[in-house]
């Protein structure tokens, strides 16, 4: 079975500051993907970056991009230079293969005050 | 235009009534996916279908049941059963095995049922 886990219920940041998103998983499969999203007010899941576990490369999507730790089971996404739109609540996922599902953390809220 | 549709973006029944939220998908994707998300909480899997005819049942599938007689289509029906049905649910796809982000999911905008 799989787990995520998202320790942060809530971050603040200072607008055109870096903030980092903690995320740690558990997994027994040897391929995975981890995935971040974003949702703001209006409810939808907006796709952020994505990371294979057998990446050699941390990926990175303009201001955003994942510290993965392979050995640490950590996938921390980090935002630079937040924009007050930044605000919103992100959430950690990682998806199986052998199973085809994916599963998801609480979430962080994230408030970028200006 | 390509995309994810829910309709109705917000759903009112009574109680002891099925509903039943629309999925429909243009996007040739094979993978659908339904979620349910209560008040401050992350996404939990309700039912998945990976190829037309065929779904599995995701962590809280208990109350719920779902067709994917089309590949575009895949409804969800909140049934009489599920206590608590009052929640945000969202809809998913992903693309074809082999396919550029395969392993990606898209959302659709969601459907947020009241049950009074």
């Known amino acids: 079975a799989q787990k995520i886990t998202q320790t942060q219920p809530g971050m603040f940041v200072q607008e055109k500051e870096a903030v980092t998103l903690d995320c740690t998983y558990d997994?027994?499969?040897?391929?995975?993907?981890l995935f971040w999203y974003k949702q703001p007010s209006s409810g939808e899941m907006i796709f952020l970056i994505y990371q294979g576990s057998y990446d050699q490369q941390n990926a990175t999507e303009g201001r955003y991009s994942l510290n993965f730790q392979k050995a640490r089971k950590s996938a921390n996404l980090v935002i630079s230079a937040s924009q007050l739109g930044d605000s919103a609540m992100y959430f950690c996922?990682?998806?199986?293969?052998?199973?085809?599902?994916?599963?998801f953390g609480a979430g962080t809220r994230l408030t970028v005050k200006p | 235009d390509g995309g994810i549709t829910q309709s109705p973006k917000y759903l009112f029944r009574k109680e002891g009534q099925n509903v039943t939220l629309s999925c429909e998908q243009n996007l040739n994707h094979d993978a659908m996916y339904w979620y349910r998300q209560d008040p401050g909480q992350g996404l939990r899997l309700i039912y998945y279908?990976?190829?037309?005819?065929?779904?599995q049942k995701g962590d809280i599938a208990e109350g719920y049941s779902v067709s994917r007689e089309k590949k575009e289509s895949f409804p969800l029906t909140v049934t009489s059963a599920q206590k608590n049905p009052t929640a945000f649910y969202l809809c998913?796809?992903?693309?074809?095995?082999?396919?550029?982000?395969?392993?990606?999911?898209?959302f659709g905008p969601g459907t947020r049922l009241t049950v009074l």
């Open positions: 997994t027994s499969d040897p391929s995975y993907g």
């Open positions: 279908s990976q190829i037309v005819n065929d779904f």
């Open positions: 996922a990682i998806f199986s293969p052998t199973s085809g599902d994916m599963r």
């Open positions: 998913a796809t992903s693309p074809p095995a082999g396919a550029r982000n395969s392993d990606t999911q898209y």
